[in-house]
């Protein structure tokens, strides 16, 4: 059972990557490849990993593509012009990824987490995983904590508006 | 382990030439960060695969620090998109050209 969810994960996940390696508009391909984070998360909880599984949806869906989609909008980099074609040729592959995706999800929810047919047995929980992440690693966690605020103000000095080049075209356009 | 890890890897891998394919192909830049994620993506599952497959934890954990690296990545990459489009008013890769000899 959670071997034959394994392969149809897979070919879910390399469906929806490929459907998001191809478009021509990037909502579209980081919708698609939500999808794809979608099925390896679920791959993730099957091969005993539930808390990576966690923040792959957390982490990667819910802030890293949520930003992409943001700077999409910002920018206004979507084409505007309307999508051709057929409404099943628009919607159908996106509508079938989240369909599979989610029966897959039902499913695994009626899986027998102790049986032969069900979760393998190397299952890491939360409390293994945060003792061997803090008693083998607290440099690396350190290191990367540092990394993120580096990154932080990084993305602050690039992104910031320099007042001194600003000004002058505020006051063109003004005269 | 319910699948054999060759099976996990040949995925993994599938997933990373894909990615990577975008990459190399794509000449908008938010598509290009697209292609890199979805290599990193693959690293990972290489990674939660071996831990599956050795029983031991430290596979995850790396995943975890992959995590940590790819937020950080993209915050400066996506910062770094809007100050291009700032400056070229182009997200086409071809544009960035002003260094050829």
């Keep these: ?175 | 382990m319910i699948v054999p890890l060759s099976h996990v890897l040949g995925f993994a891998a599938a997933l990373f030439l894909m990615g990577l394919a975008c990459t190399l192909a794509r000449r908008n830049l938010i598509m290009i960060l697209i292609g890199i994620e979805i290599m990193l993506n693959a690293a990972g599952l290489a990674f939660i695969g071996a831990a599956a497959f050795w029983r031991q934890v430290d596979g995850q954990i790396f995943v975890i620090f992959l995590m940590a690296m790819t937020s950080a990545e993209v915050a400066i990459s996506l910062a770094m998109v809007v100050y291009l489009r700032r400056q070229k008013t182009s997200l086409e890769a071809d544009a960035y050209d002003g260094m050829k000899g």
Excluded at chain 1, 51 to 61: K, M, R, S
Excluded at chain 1, 102 to 129: I, N, Q, V, W
Excluded at chain 1, 158 to 169: A, C, L, M, Y
């Design chain 1, 1 to 175: 059972m959670a071997t034959a969810l394994f392969y149809i994960l897979a070919l879910t996940a390399l469906a929806a990557t490929g459907m998001c390696i191809t478009r021509r508009n990037p909502v579209h391909a980081v919708l698609y490849l939500v999808n794809a984070f979608f099925a390896l998360a679920l791959l993730f909880y099957l091969l005993g990993a539930p808390l990576v599984a966690a923040w792959e949806v957390i982490i990667y869906t819910g802030a890293i593509m949520v930003l992409f989609l943001f700077i999409i909008m910002m920018l206004e980099l979507a084409p505007d012009q309307p999508v051709q074609g057929a409404g099943w040729r628009r919607w159908g592959p996106v509508v079938l990824l989240s369909g599979v995706l989610l029966s897959c999800t039902l499913l695994l929810l009626g899986l027998d987490s102790s049986g032969a047919d069900g979760l393998p047995h190397f299952y890491a929980s939360p409390r293994t995983f945060g003792y061997a992440l803090f008693k083998e690693y607290p440099l690396a966690v350190e290191i990367v904590s540092f990394q993120l605020l580096f990154a932080a103000v990084g993305a602050y000095y690039v992104g910031r508006v320099d007042s001194r080049k600003q000004r002058p075209e505020t006051e063109r356009e003004d005269a």
